[in-house]
């Protein structure tokens, strides 16, 4: 590697030759001496220099040359290497030559002539240091900011990571709820889709039994009184289940269809929340507790319904996991009002409450205080993604320990004025 360069103009040359020599005597090991005979030859050794990448840390010029004044040539250095350090040698600056070098050329030194060669390599030395410590500098800054870099694409690739393992998570909680969702429903069909099957059995029985009699014409009409009761009253009891079990499946499908889509749609919120806890009734029949919902029925609004339904599943079901100990008979309610063009709808539970150490965690993913009992740490950390990203909402929480704990969503009535929503 070439060693750095000092670079002397003047137009004397006996000027240069003493410059040269005593320079020579302290810097002749770590540095090269240059010169250049007036400003437009070292206007022309700098750039070639600079093209060469040489290390140029100091340049002294004359200020009186008949060619360009030393002010101007170390402002034209100062372009073409900015972290050179110009020094200024003459005895016949004047002060607005010497300011313009200070402010054109960031004049670091001024030596008068005539000079003593003590002062000139004390100058040139601090100059070389100065130097040195400023390009330490950037180097460490270069590296610095290489390190942050690399780390910062590290963390992005590394949160990039853990969002994808989030999202994951999430798709994964909320396919385990519609599983349970589908496992409940199915449970709670099997009632009315038994009773149809044993009411149509007995008809039929029956049914077989009345045509045998009929065919051996020992029909009587007593026989035929009692078949036509028992076939009203079974076709009256298995029409009542199959409708039932056509209700289960239609509320079903709904909210099934809607936490697996993202439309957004006109809905009535009040009948809405109603079917989406009719498909939690399997796990609220498990309990004591009772779920009311209050409000006006007929308050519609235009937004994301699955997003709702899964929001209610959760606080629900935070509410059985963690706020009542076993056997204990809760009371939930869901109540709704309109304030101008906003919903606030209000989710109540008269548990044990959050513990005021706990109450600044329950969003943030993976947190819960139930793992052990089947707790994800996710259900509320969904829940307050969902009401403030898909339903463009907000979601708080207050809660009193040993009190309950209540749940405020505060959501747009219409999430977009679009008179193509029916």
């Not at 670079?7 to 090991?29: M, N, Y």
């Not at 050794?45 to 290390?55: G, K, M, W």
């Not at 403030?388 to 977009?416: A, K, M, V, Y």
Request: aromatic share 6%; charged share 20%.
């Amino acid at each position: 590697m070439s060693k750095p360069v000092i670079v002397c103009v003047d137009d004397e040359t006996a000027v240069l030759d003493s410059l040269r020599r005593e320079l020579s005597e302290t810097f002749e090991e770590s540095c090269d001496i240059e010169t250049a005979v007036g400003g437009l030859d070292a206007i022309t050794l700098v750039q070639e220099l600079v093209q060469e990448q040489c290390d140029l840390p100091v340049i002294i010029a004359d200020y009186l040359m008949p060619d360009i004044k030393g002010d101007e040539v170390l402002q034209r250095v100062h372009q073409l290497s900015p972290q050179t350090l110009t020094i200024m040698l003459t005895g016949q600056a004047s002060v607005d030559g010497i300011t313009h070098a200070i402010n054109t050329a960031q004049l670091y030194h001024y030596i008068a002539k005539p000079w003593h060669p003590a002062d000139l390599q004390l100058t040139v030395r601090e100059a070389l240091n100065s130097y040195q410590r400023e390009q330490q500098i950037v180097e460490y800054q270069q590296t610095l900011e290489r390190k942050v870099q690399e780390r910062t694409q590290t963390l992005t690739q590394t949160l990039h990571e853990l969002e994808a393992t989030q999202s994951e998570l999430i798709r994964s909680e909320k396919m385990a709820a519609l599983g349970q969702l589908v496992a409940g429903v199915a449970h709670e069909i099997n009632t009315p889709v038994g009773n149809a099957i044993l009411a149509a059995s007995v008809l039929n029985s029956e049914t077989t039994t009345f045509y045998q009699t009929y065919q051996d014409g020992a029909l009587k009409r007593s026989t035929l009184g009692n078949y036509v009761d028992i076939a009203h009253e079974s076709s009256d009891l298995i029409l009542q289940n199959l409708k039932g079990a056509a209700a289960l499946i239609q509320n079903f499908k709904q909210v099934a269809v809607d936490q697996t889509s993202h439309e957004k749609r006109r809905f009535q919120i009040i009948p809405y929340i109603e079917s989406v806890l009719t498909n939690l009734e399997p796990k609220l029949k498990q309990t004591s507790h009772t779920v009311t919902v209050s409000g006006d029925a007929a308050l519609k609004t235009i937004n994301y319904p699955g997003a709702l339904s899964q929001v209610v599943t959760n606080l629900v079901m935070n509410s059985i996991l963690h706020a009542y100990q076993p056997g204990e008979a809760g009371q939930l309610q869901f109540d709704l009002t309109q304030q101008q063009n906003r919903l606030i709808l209000l989710y109540t539970d008269d548990g044990c409450g959050i513990p005021i150490e706990h109450q600044s965690k329950i969003f943030e993913p993976f947190f819960t205080t139930g793992r052990d009992r089947g707790g994800s740490g996710l259900g509320l950390h969904i829940a307050h993604n969902l009401v403030t990203q898909t339903l463009q909402g907000n979601l708080h929480c207050q809660s009193t320990p040993t009190e309950g704990t209540r749940f405020i969503l505060n959501l747009p009535l219409n999430l977009e004025n679009d008179a193509t929503y029916v």
